[in-house]
């Protein structure tokens, strides 16, 4: 596919399915589609032939590019003023299609500027595919601000050594983890955002030893990415946690809605134009928001609530642990009991579910403690290396 080639094709209204490799070509192509008022449906390429034929029969674009060239089809227009549709990425294995509007997408980038003091001159890395919010908006940033971009798909301790003026990136945990494993030079950049899943205490004390100055963020494909930045909502976003302890989202940043599914639109808001997270949290007097998980993972063991990160993050901590997924399993005495599963460091000794209960106990109550122990060759992943609870 050439640029020009979807250049003449784009019309105002169209819904374009783009299938390219990341790198520079992106910015040709999201700068045309604005210009000429059609949205751009980024397709992930490691997604399989049957699952990217599954988000296009979803999506009914009106126009699919890709390395083999540029075609129109009797898809369903769109909003003008939806700039992107993306494909939701999470545990559960269903995505839906968040409409963004043009004016979301400016508003997160200026927000997201503003609090971590990023100028129009500073370069950005971009390692995060395009068909994830985090990887596209990274991209926006040369648009909206005329940041300059470095691309790079593979980060190794050599390629961040060799990346210049770069001052700014967005990881995922997983990158983060092998890239301070691998004693990469991070401290090079000014801030270093952290998403796509929760940072541990661990994972951030090991940055903060080696000077790389990280921020958690927390948002979704919904709220056009990140929207609280170090436990702090952007300028103009509101946070509340609802009487059933679900976090609620509200500002200029927020999704349109899902693509051709109102019922799911309509379910996705509360009165008053509050965004539905499916996250439980909290919301503390002066502002600060805290992140429980989602509210469907949530463990009720006699009674009691028991949020499987903050169980993951304590056992994890262990030296024997390699990855581990908590979740609850029927139980006849307690309702639920917490099941750990765990990856081992070493393969012919696996920790014991005694041993791991003790570790445990030095952060967490007894009643939040795992009662079965499963060991497991590997934990699946979604694309951004959340994993697969489902």
Same mark, same amino acid.
Request: aromatic share 4%; charged share 25%; net charge positive.
């Given at each position: 596919?050439?640029?020009?080639?979807?250049?003449?094709?784009?019309?105002?209204?169209?819904?374009?399915?783009?299938?390219?490799?990341?790198?520079?070509?992106?910015?040709?192509?999201?700068?045309?589609?604005?210009?000429?008022?059609?949205?751009?449906?980024?397709?992930?390429?490691?997604?399989?032939?049957?699952?990217?034929?599954?988000?296009?029969?979803?999506?009914?674009?009106?126009?699919?590019?890709?390395?083999?060239?540029?075609?129109?089809?009797?898809?369903?227009?769109?909003?003008?003023?939806?700039?992107?549709?993306?494909?939701?990425?999470?545990?559960?294995?269903?995505?839906?299609?968040?409409?963004?509007?043009?004016?979301?997408?400016?508003?997160?980038?200026?927000?997201?500027?503003?609090?971590?003091?990023?100028?129009?001159?500073?370069?950005?890395?971009?390692?995060?595919?395009?068909?994830?919010?985090?990887?596209?908006?990274?991209?926006?940033?040369?648009?909206?601000?005329?940041?300059?971009?470095?691309?790079?798909?593979?980060?190794?301790?050599?390629?961040?050594?060799?990346?210049?003026?770069?001052?700014?990136?967005?990881?995922?945990?997983?990158?983060?983890?092998?890239?301070?494993?691998?004693?990469?030079?991070?401290?090079?950049?000014?801030?270093?955002?952290?998403?796509?899943?929760?940072?541990?205490?661990?994972?951030?004390?090991?940055?903060?030893?080696?000077?790389?100055?990280?921020?958690?963020?927390?948002?979704?494909?919904?709220?056009?990415?990140?929207?609280?930045?170090?436990?702090?909502?952007?300028?103009?976003?509101?946070?509340?946690?609802?009487?059933? !302890?679900?976090?609620?989202?509200?500002?200029?940043?927020?999704?349109?809605?899902?693509?051709?599914?109102?019922?799911?639109?309509?379910?996705?808001?509360?009165?008053?134009?509050?965004?539905?997270?499916?996250?439980?949290?909290?919301?503390?007097?002066? !502002?600060?928001?805290?992140?429980?998980?989602?509210?469907?993972?949530?463990?009720?063991?006699?009674?009691?609530?028991?949020?499987?990160?903050?169980?993951?993050?304590?056992?994890?901590?262990?030296?024997?642990?390699?990855?581990?997924?908590?979740?609850?399993?029927?139980?006849?005495?307690? !309702?639920?009991?917490?099941?750990?599963?765990?990856?081992?460091?070493?393969?012919?000794?696996?920790?014991?579910?005694?041993?791991?209960?003790?570790?445990?106990?030095?952060?967490?109550?007894?009643?939040?403690?795992?009662?079965?122990?499963?060991?497991?060759?590997?934990?699946?992943?979604?694309?951004?290396?959340?994993?697969?609870?489902?």
């Amino acid at each position: 596919m050439t640029a020009s080639a979807l250049r003449r094709t784009l019309r105002a209204g169209d819904l374009a399915a783009v299938a390219l490799q990341p790198g520079p070509a992106w910015l040709a192509v999201l700068r045309d589609g604005r210009e000429a008022g059609a949205a751009m449906l980024p397709i992930d390429l490691r997604l399989s032939d049957r699952e990217r034929a599954a988000v296009i029969r979803a999506a009914q674009p009106t126009v699919v590019a890709g390395e083999e060239g540029v075609r129109r089809l009797d898809g369903v227009p769109i909003d003008p003023e939806i700039a992107l549709v993306i494909a939701t990425s999470g545990t559960s294995g269903q995505a839906r299609l968040a409409e963004l509007p043009g004016a979301a997408v400016e508003a997160a980038v200026l927000a997201s500027a503003t609090a971590i003091d990023a100028r129009a001159e500073d370069r950005w890395l971009s390692c995060l595919p395009p068909a994830h919010i985090g990887g596209l908006l990274v991209l926006e940033r040369h648009l909206l601000l005329g940041a300059p971009i470095t691309f790079r798909r593979r980060l190794s301790r050599a390629t961040v050594a060799g990346l210049g003026d770069a001052r700014f990136t967005s990881l995922v945990p997983t990158q983060l983890t092998r890239l301070l494993d691998a004693a990469a030079d991070l401290g090079r950049f000014r801030a270093v955002l952290v998403g796509g899943s929760g940072v541990d205490a661990e994972l951030a004390a090991r940055a903060a030893e080696a000077g790389v100055r990280i921020v958690p963020t927390y948002g979704m494909t919904e709220t056009c990415g990140g929207v609280v930045y170090a436990g702090r909502p952007l300028a103009g976003v509101e946070v509340r946690a609802s009487r059933w !302890g679900e976090l609620l989202v509200r500002g200029p940043t927020l999704m349109r809605g899902y693509r051709l599914d109102p019922e799911a639109s309509v379910g996705a808001f509360e009165p008053g134009g509050w965004l539905r997270t499916g996250d439980g949290g909290e919301v503390a007097p002066d !502002g600060a928001v805290r992140v429980h998980g989602r509210l469907a993972d949530v463990i009720v063991s006699g009674g009691e609530k028991i949020w499987p990160a903050e169980v993951e993050a304590a056992l994890s901590s262990h030296p024997e642990v390699a990855a581990v997924l908590v979740t609850g399993a029927p139980d006849r005495e307690w !309702g639920q009991r917490v099941v750990a599963r765990v990856v081992p460091r070493r393969r012919s000794d696996p920790p014991t579910l005694a041993t791991l209960r003790d570790h445990a106990a030095a952060t967490l109550s007894r009643h939040k403690l795992p009662r079965e122990l499963i060991v497991v060759e590997r934990l699946e992943r979604a694309a951004l290396g959340k994993i697969r609870r489902r």
